[in-house]
């Protein structure tokens, strides 16, 4: 690593030796569960690249923006939507969540029976090992589940910009009515955080560049119906999880590029796996980097993960925001409609979300359903019971699996993902 | 053709040989703290033409002796289907893991529950409770069906259970009593994974618990539906194991 990355996290505010040590674990994971896979497309060697920069070069880009004058905003969640960022002229970064850090700290601010993403949010803080954190200019929160809800009070203790986004609860006209007005209300913060007024073709420009990187993906996810399946279900989340904190131009030709191997592996028959693999729909709870852990557990049986109903997946890049409205106020409307449709848990009744997981096991040819709930996570939880029901009602076999981010049930989740998988293969 | 199939377990390791679908040999012996060569000294001298390998140190197994596995939930199945006529539902609690495992009428798994991380309510539980009450494991269910009231253990976590023992006993309550509250508790945990999985056919119940009479009976009152435990409970796995080395052609 070079000096000039050790300086800028000091200068951060970052904790180098925990950090070092953050590097060095998720560095080992990564040889682990991703180097070690075979048969992989030569174009994820941009995605390679990608983590093992991933706490420096993007850093070091997002430092440059705002030498430049632009403004970094730090999320976590898909409601938050990037196309006001941009067009605000700032750039919108997924925040670390998906590793356990400094918990003893955590839990002197969160209940023990809190959700793992939601522990590991504060522990990335406490522990000083986030640079997209401790680099952005406004934390926005956003009221989704009670957990989050909640948490964000503390949150807004220890860290000094936080802005705090309601979200809708009901798919009704006042709930759209109270996401449009967030929206308006998020516009104008970033627009007094950015000095930059949001205008029409500002959000023209922003939306072209975000429907384009959902496109990229889009296309990535159509090209994994076949079989045998030309992309790892690990490498497909990579993608999806990148997603949320690269530059979104060179994103987008990265994973057109990705995808035009893949066209051509296709035609060769040739695959991350084997033709006939048994073809695995992941359901449920986001995966933020770098929780790989029941991807790797599933693939590692022999089966392969062909699509991920999943905030970190479709969930969260479904639907194009409509670009043909000509003043700021159509297109605002345009936004406020798109992220409208997304099916998360937290609202109810939320009869979308089953829908979408019966068409994507068809689309996606898939012979199974897994579905992943974060323990302490209510509304996946509560959902995957009747999720579960619907779907062996339809004869589809599915598997619940609650977890959290420790290593310690991986025993017991590979018996019971096997198990699954054996279940499917006779 | 001789097929062997050897179940490493969290408490116990269990081989059985078949030839012609007979069995022809089966061993046990603990897993201790080395169970790769514990599983050694078990195949000793034994002859087979192949072997797979089940449980939880199958992944270890596979690697030390170069053999195919299968999960115990699949062993079970296949090891259960081949003792009974038309088997439903299987029930197996070991060590460490509670399965509760549903078959169609042709022998294919449907569906399965099992415990996640922890060991509450299973073969471990028991052991570390009979302890805690002065019992060999082999006293305890039967030191269990003698006891009268109906006393209620609330907790099912193994640290705490114990804790609570121990107030009961501070108490002056019947070791007895506390013995059978505590067998409820784990009967109770088994019956949620059952009625999970199953309609209402009968049950084979496999494991080194199904050795509790205590448990099988509660098992039986409060399902209304017919328990059967097979000869040898600890076998099942391997059995299955050997029957599917038979398969692997």
Known sequence: MSDDYRNMWRDLGLDLKAHDMLLEILGKAYQDIYLAQKDRPEQMGYFDFVMSEVHGLRVKELMDEKAAGRKIIGSYCVFVPEEIALAGNATLVGLCSGADFAMEEVEKLLPRNTCALIKSTFGFKLGKVCPYLEAADMIVGENTCDGKKKAYESLNDIVPNLYVMDIPQMKTEPGRSLLKAEYYRFKEAVENLSGVKIDAAGLKKSIEMVNNKRKAIHRLYSLRKADPAPISGLDALLANQVFFYDNPVRFTESVNKVCDELESRIEKKSGAFPEGAPRILMSGCPMAVPNWKLPWIVETTGAVIVGEESCVGERGSRNLTDDSGGTAEELMDAVVDRYFNIDCAIFTPNPDRLNHIIQMYKEYRADGVIHFGLQFCQPYLMEAIPVEKALESKNIPVLRIETDYSMEDVGQLKTRVEAFVEMLKS | ?249
Do not use: W
């Open chain 2, 1 to 249: 053709m001789r097929y062997a199939g050897i179940d490493i377990g969290s408490r116990t390791i269990e081989l059985v040989v078949l030839k012609d679908l007979e069995i022809i040999e089966k061993r046990q012996t603990d897993t201790g703290f080395d169970p790769m060569t514990r599983a050694g000294e078990l195949l000793d001298g034994l002859e087979y033409d192949r072997i797979l390998a089940t449980g939880y140190g199958r992944n270890l197994f596979e690697i030390s002796f170069d053999a195919p596995t299968v999960t115990e939930i699949k062993a079970y199945g296949v090891g259960a289907g081949s003792l009974f006529h038309n088997v439903g539902t299987i029930l197996d609690i070991g060590g460490q893991d509670t399965k509760a495992i549903a078959l169609n009428e042709n022998g294919k798994i449907t569906k399965f529950e099992m415990n996640d991380r922890c060991a509450a309510g299973t073969g471990k539980f028991l052991e570390i409770m009979a302890r805690s009450l002065g019992y060999t494991i082999d006293q305890f269910g039967t030191e269990a069906l003698k006891a009268t009231k109906n006393l209620q253990i609330n907790s099912m976590c193994t640290v705490f259970a114990e804790s609570e023992v121990t107030s009961l006993v501070a108490k002056g309550e019947d070791p007895q009593e506390i013995a059978l509250g505590l067998h409820r508790s784990v009967v109770r945990r088994a019956v949620g994974m059952l009625k999970r999985v199953s309609a209402d056919n009968d049950i084979v119940f496999a494991g080194g618990v199904a050795k509790n009479p205590c448990i099988r009976r509660l098992l039986e009152e409060t399902l209304k539906r017919q328990v059967l435990v097979p000869e040898d409970p600890q076998m099942v796995g391997a059995l299955g194991a050997a029957l599917l080395a038979g398969e692997n052609k």
